[in-house]
């Protein structure tokens, strides 16, 4: 059974950096992508960052620059490096795992429980 944990939320002022994890255990496939998303109050879940088996990232327009998706496989943990962070980067954030054997996932399997980050102005 894949489970995933996220954890390194909380609240920050603007300007400033937080770094969130995820733990994966389980076995997700030889090849698999991963990746966080974030859901704000009243608005639709986004994708923040993607990162497949190969390293190759993705990020959305409107963290690039600012945010830093990384995973250690020795230790199942895939993270997100926050700075500069916005007050509208405040949201829930999740992370998730899929196989990516052909490709994105367009839909992703495996799902974290979320980690608050809010950010105040």
């Known amino acids: 059974q894949v489970q995933l944990m996220e954890s390194g939320g909380g609240s920050v002022q603007a300007g400033g950096s937080l770094t969130l994890s995820c733990v994966v255990s389980g076995y997700i496939g030889s090849r698999y992508c991963m990746g966080w998303f974030r859901q704000a109050p009243g608005k639709e879940r986004e994708r923040v960052a993607l990162i497949d088996s190969e390293g190759t990232t993705i990020y959305a327009d409107s963290v690039k620059g600012r945010f830093t998706i990384s995973k250690d496989n020795s230790k199942n943990t895939l993270y997100l490096q926050m700075n500069s962070l916005k007050p509208e980067d405040t949201a829930m954030y999740y992370c998730?795992?899929?196989?990516?054997?052909?490709?994105?996932?367009?839909?992703?399997?495996?799902w974290g429980q979320g980690t608050q980050v809010t950010v105040a102005s």
């Open positions: 998730a795992a899929d196989s990516c054997s052909l490709g994105w996932p367009g839909r992703w399997s495996y």
